[in-house]
Every structure is written in C-alpha cells, then in structure tokens.
Nanobody, 116 residues
Framework: QVQLVESGGGLVQPGGSLRLSCAASGFTFSNYDMYWYRQAPGKEREWLSGITRTGDSTTYVDSVKGRFAASRDNTKNIPYLQMNSLKPEDTAVYFC?????????WGQGTQVTVFG
C-alpha cells in the first residue's frame, strides 16, 4: 500500500525557511521520480517541483526557482523540499506525490503559512 506522509510545515515569517520531508513507503522508492505540489485556499493544486529517481535532475515552476530546492535520500525513502526566502503567497498546503502508470498518489499534506 502506497503511503506518503509529509512533515515539516509550520508558521514562518517572510524571508524565512522551512524544509519539508515526505516519508514514502509501499513502493520501490528509488525507481520513481518524485514531485511536490501545493494548494492554496480557493485555488487549484499547483505542481511545484520534480526530482528524478536518482536525484541528479530537478525541475521547478518559475515562481519558486532559485528559492526552493528538491532533494532525496534513497536510503531513507524520503524526498525533501528546502524552501527559502518564503513569501506570503507561498502559504498553502504542500503535498508530495508519486506517479505510476494510470494512477498517482499524494500524501495528506502539510500546512505552510507565511505571515508577518
């Protein structure tokens, strides 16, 4: 059974940093690219970042380029999202995801609130 459990969200002031983690289980983690999404109140879920299964390549939506960095530890089955220079518009629930042929799984999400 695929499980993704995000953690690391919280309250932070503008300019602050957070690192999100996502404990993955139920599939062979090192065989799959991993993704990060977010959903702000009243908005659709937005793709943020992808990281290849080996971690040697990452991609980002323009709005987070240069501020967010995806990484992964294949020995622990955990992808990470380092978020720096946070802005109020980054306030959202953040999700990690894995895509299989014909299906996709998301975790329950972790709330990030940037205030001040």
């Amino acid at each position: 059974q695929v499980q993704l459990v995000e953690s690391g969200g919280g309250l932070v002031q503008p300019g602050g940093s957070l690192r999100l983690s996502c404990a993955a289980s139920g599939f062979t983690f090192s065989n799959y690219d991993m993704y990060w999404y977010r959903q702000a109140p009243g908005k659709e879920r937005e793709w943020l970042s992808g990281i290849t299964r080996t971690g040697d390549s990452t991609t980002y939506v323009d709005s987070v380029k240069g501020r967010f960095a995806a990484s992964r530890d294949n020995t622990k089955n955990i992808p990470y999202l380092q978020m720096n220079s946070l802005k109020p518009e980054d306030t959202a629930v953040y999700f990690c995801a894995v895509h299989f042929i014909g299906s996709a799984y998301w975790g329950q999400g972790t709330q990030v609130t940037v205030f001040g």
